[in-house]
């Protein structure tokens, strides 16, 4: 027997709660002096609440334009974009080299008109909690790349909103570092749970981290395929699964296996 109407419109309206990300075949298109370049292409992506999507892709396919879009930057030329308040945390940094490492991450709160020494309360038990605790007073050129990271993060958990946009966060880094970045983000997401779409360049630090992965074209952008991954975190780099899901993505990246 076939649903009723009523029951396929109930399931519909609780699908649509859940999520806290909807784009829709999506075209963004940049017109200047030279003509039209076309971002984006019929770009579909969803998320649910909680859940952490890593966006993997070459060079110029869109993926910070994507993240711009969902965070409500840009406005799309055609299709739809629907997502819970969302911030972006950039690739650099950008901490303001003036102020303190606790200043900085606090600065999400005093934006909000939130006075200076309850902002300093909020944030700083944030900073402990990220490793971060006996660095409170140092400027930014006095932290490692890692710790000014840490430092951004905190500030954009603390913007309070429930999507966390990452674009490429630990691009910058040293491998060592980012593999260190790696493991620390995974455990900060499972302290502080937030939806997240992040941005990178690296398949596998999208495996490592991503509860999905989603694999777009060359530009412009459009989704090429996704892989579920449903490792239990820690993840293992060596894990046998973890290696076929990363051949399957290369794959779809039209690189050829090593």
Do not use: Y
Request: with cysteine.
């Amino acid at each position: 027997m076939s649903a009723r109407p009523d029951a396929l419109a109930t399931d519909s309206l609780e699908k649509a709660r859940a999520e806290a990300i909807r784009v829709e075949a999506v075209v963004r298109v940049f017109r200047g002096r030279h003509g039209e370049l076309r971002a984006l292409d019929g770009m579909s992506l969803r998320a649910g609440r909680g859940e952490v999507i890593a966006v993997v892709g070459p060079s110029g396919c869109g993926k910070s334009t994507l993240l711009e879009l969902i965070c409500g930057l840009q406005r799309p030329d055609g299709g739809e974009v629907k997502a819970d308040p969302a911030v972006l945390m950039p690739q650099r940094d950008l901490l303001l080299p003036w102020l303190s490492a606790l200043d900085n991450a606090a600065l999400a709160l005093l934006a909000r008109g939130i006075p200076r020494r309850q902002a300093r309360a909020q944030a700083a038990p944030l900073l402990e909690r990220l490793g971060l605790a006996g660095f409170e007073r140092s400027r930014p050129d006095a932290l490692s790349g890692g710790m000014r990271q840490r430092i951004s993060f905190a500030r954009s958990l603390l913007a309070g909103k429930p999507v966390l946009a990452l674009d490429e966060p630990f691009a910058s880094l040293d491998a060592l570092t980012r593999a260190e970045m790696q493991s620390w983000l995974a455990r900060a997401l499972a302290a502080e749970p937030r939806t997240v779409v992040l941005v990178t360049h690296d398949v596998e630090e999208a495996l490592l981290l991503a509860d999905r992965v989603v694999v777009m074209t060359p530009r412009p952008g459009r989704c090429a395929g996704e892989l579920a991954v449903s490792l239990a975190r820690p993840r293992e780099r060596t894990n046998p699964e973890l290696v076929r899901l990363r051949a399957q993505a290369l794959e779809l990246l039209g690189v050829a296996r090593e």
